[in-house]
């Protein structure tokens, strides 16, 4: 277990929400518009289970094999899993392509809203609260209670950015919903392949399900509706990508959430 107490961490700063998406010549040159997809979400609570890891933490791996065998088991469909990989780690000498700082913020404020025993990887949050029963095998549990928000979502692929917009509303699909809930969203890669070459896991070839490659706030209008973007990096591929849309309390308690993966 790699525990980081030194590191002094701002509070996560909500991500700027685009409203429209407007492709560059050079966009449009590289690949034409996919067809729309949509999904809706489901009439129980999901559960979010989050990891904060890095390819420099000799102790990540089996947190991220752990991950990845949850995400291709059977009966996972109501689990939202999202594996963010952290920055602080790359001085101890290899530099995680997929880390990004502001994913080792967002596990700083995990840790202190959920009042953890520090800031460590492998880390692992159920909605929003600092989970170890991973270590022991043990499966996070399904939900089995009804959602209290619907999100009805719709998707499109633009090159590397993927256009949506959708509803929020209250669970019987009516706009009402009570204050304190916000709406976030994830893109999550499946099948990265690392092959480590320096640092404490030198040598070792790492596979990495449900990555997140953009993670991001959203802002919700009074009628429900709203509309963002996300970006994939150079590399990803979004074939293996599926977006994730959050509804959530402020105290980080999941209410609702939608998935779809567009092709």
């Given at each position: ?8 961490y701002?509070?996560?700063c ?14 449009q ?24 890891t ?7 791996p ?6 990845s ?21 790359d ?8 880390a990004?700082?502001?994913f ?23 909605n ?60 999550a ?6 092959h480590?070459?320096?640092?404490e ?33 150079p ?9 994730h849309?959050i ?17």
């Amino acid at each position: 277990m790699h525990i980081f107490s030194r590191q002094t961490y701002r509070s996560v700063c909500a991500a700027g929400v685009m409203t429209a998406l407007s492709l560059s010549a050079h966009g449009q040159a590289k690949s034409s518009a996919s067809a729309l997809c949509s999904a809706q979400s489901g009439a129980i609570k999901p559960t979010i289970l989050e990891l904060y890891t890095s390819e420099g933490c000799d102790s990540c791996p089996p947190a991220d094999r752990w991950l990845s065998a949850l995400v291709e088991a059977p009966g996972a469909g109501n689990t939202v899993a999202l594996s963010f990989h952290v920055d602080y780690w790359d001085y101890i000498g290899w530099k995680d392509e997929f880390a990004r700082k502001d994913f080792g913020l967002r596990h700083a404020a995990l840790v202190r809203s959920a009042r953890a025993s520090g800031v460590y990887t492998p880390q692992f949050f159920i909605n929003g609260r600092d989970d170890r029963g991973w270590a022991a095998g043990i499966r996070p549990a399904s939900e089995t209670r009804a959602a209290t928000a619907a999100l009805v979502l719709t998707a499109q692929w633009h090159g590397e950015r993927l256009s949506f917009q959708g509803r929020l509303s209250g669970a019987s699909g009516k706009p009402n919903l009570e204050e304190g809930v916000r709406l976030r969203y994830a893109v999550a890669e499946n099948g990265v392949v690392t092959h480590v070459k320096a640092g404490e896991n030198r040598g070792v070839t790492l596979k990495h399900d449900a990555l997140v490659r953009d993670h991001g706030y959203i802002t919700v209008l009074r009628d429900g509706t709203f509309s963002a973007v996300a970006t994939l990096p150079p590399k990803s591929r979004r074939a293996n990508s599926q977006l994730h849309v959050i509804a959530e309390t402020t105290a980080g308690e999941a209410i609702s959430a939608v998935s779809l993966r567009c092709d």
